[in-house]
């Protein structure tokens, strides 16, 4: 009786695993895939460039920056709170736009418009007036709109050739 006990504690056993382990396959299946695509800014101009992605004309509503807001206090900036590195776009290159949002799809889907802002802010402004001063004005040089279906025909590519 002893080994039929065991036979069935056994059995058990094996069925709750095989339940188990579906239940974590399908519970992984069913998560959100990485979103891979990446916004892909050219510099064809002759000046080094930045650019900002942001969902309306105000270049200051992402949560990247929000230590150029008016109401930032400088003093009480954390440990954790490291600002946000401005990566230069120097001429001729090509970078990877470093404020993207995690899944693109969702992003453009909450838009208002269904369009995103891609600014363009020239390193020359950055110089004589701060970014503090850029984010408080608005100051770029280019203002692209973008929808995910323009991003999907340009192969995620935007070229800024320094005409406005």
Known sequence: MNNLENFVQIKIMLKASKI??????????????????ELIV???????????????DSMNDSGFY????????????GDYDAPFVFEEIMSGKMITNSDRP????????RLEDKKARL??????????YGW?????????????????EKLD??????????DN
């Open 20 to 37: 188990l382990l579906i239940f974590i396959l399908l519970n992984f299946c069913s998560c959100d895939k990485l979103d891979t695509r």
């Open 153 to 162: 025909s340009l192969n995620w590519r935007i070229e800024y050739k320094g």
């Open 102 to 109: 995690r899944y693109w799809n969702n992003y453009f889907q």
């Open 42 to 56: 050219k510099n064809s101009s002759d000046k080094i460039i930045y650019s900002i992605l942001s969902e309306n």
């Open 119 to 128: 600014f363009i802010v020239e390193k020359d402004s950055v110089d004589k």
């Open 132 to 148: 503090k001063t850029i984010f408080a004005n608005n100051i770029y040089s280019k203002k692209y709109f973008i929808t995910l």
């Open 66 to 77: 929000y230590e150029y807001q008016d109401d930032f206090n400088e003093s009480k900036r």
